[in-house]
């Protein structure tokens, strides 16, 4: 199949008309019930109508991704959502009024019109109504509802740019639309609307403190996600998979700060020693400190948006080095670090040492 390549920012919300003409003819594609990457405020998306199971076969074929795991359906406007999802309460309108369009994904009782493929066969269906113009205007086009996964290959990790979609899936859809860099840089948060109080299955950039404030409750986060060695199943079907893997192996490195950085650099020497070409994933503060193949700053340890913003374009980049080995300090502290760490640990395989006298 040959993938056809648009280039379109749309990023203050306004749009040429060469540009409106190929987001329609994207829209035509998603209707033909074709694939369409394109751009969000979080990461890249693999779109196709959600109300056609053909479409929901297709993505599963493009990503490598077993069907069983359900798909996101993207709307553009709240007032279609009830008819997608039911029992549409007081608490989603609330979350809703406070985080849409936005990176928040509602999971709530699914409608007979979508169609069992997309929900990967539960009865559940999950919901988001992204911020990003781009997004918007296609899911406008296409219809009203596109179910997207996020853009790569199954067990990559997520794309934050058009290259990336490009890499994973030239040649396996129709379109990619290539609309700069995501503004955040990780997935929605996924929170659970069929359980009281309501519950976190995804971390993300909106934190369970936000929506805890939004609705007067603590909210908690899926046990599974937070102990992953538990042996509980999480709830979000997705979060059991491997995820987000370089091809290089990743241990976290967590300690007192000088401890971390010795550390790092003692199994740097000795990784290299081994004939190992070795990465590094640095605070901005100890950048200068580090010594390997390639070191990739994540931002200042105090500057977590920067932080979540760079790390999937900092693993994609060691793949593009042909990294073998990779170490990353720990990102523990603030207010997204649920967030990160879920990421950070998945793609290490939960490999953590830590450095320095033993953890009493
Ligand atoms: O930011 C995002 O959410 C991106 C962009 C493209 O919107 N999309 C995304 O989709 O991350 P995906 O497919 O990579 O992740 C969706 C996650 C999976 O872990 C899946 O298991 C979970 O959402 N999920 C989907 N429907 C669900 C449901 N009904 N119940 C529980 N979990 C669900
Ligand atoms: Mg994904």
Redesign the pocket.
Known sequence: MKTELLTISGKNGTFTDRELEELKKAGEVLKAGGLVAFP???????GGDALNPESSRRIYAAKG?PSD????V?IYRFEDLEKVAENITENTKKLADAFWPG?L?M?LP?RAEIPSET??G?N???V?M?SDPV?AKLIEYAGGFVA?????LSGKP?PTLAKYVIQDMDGRIDVIIDGGENE?G???T?V?MTVDPPQV??P?YITNEMIGEVLGLTIETDRAILAPDSGIA??????K?RHYAPKGALTVVEGDPEDVVEYINRASRESRENGERVGIIATSENRARYEADVILTAGSASDQDAIAHHLYSILREFDDENVTRIYSESFAKGHLSQAIMNRLLKAAGHSVVYAGKEKL
């Not at 969000?40 to 693999?46: D, F, I, M, P």
């Open positions: 969000t405020e979080t990461v890249y998306g693999l991704r795991n359900p798909l996101i993207h990176p994904t999971i699914k929900t990967g539960l559940t269906v999950a988001r992204p997004a997207a996964p996020s853009a790569n997520s955040i990780l997935e929605s996924i659970d299955l995804r993300g999480p709830k979000a079907p997705g979060m998979y």
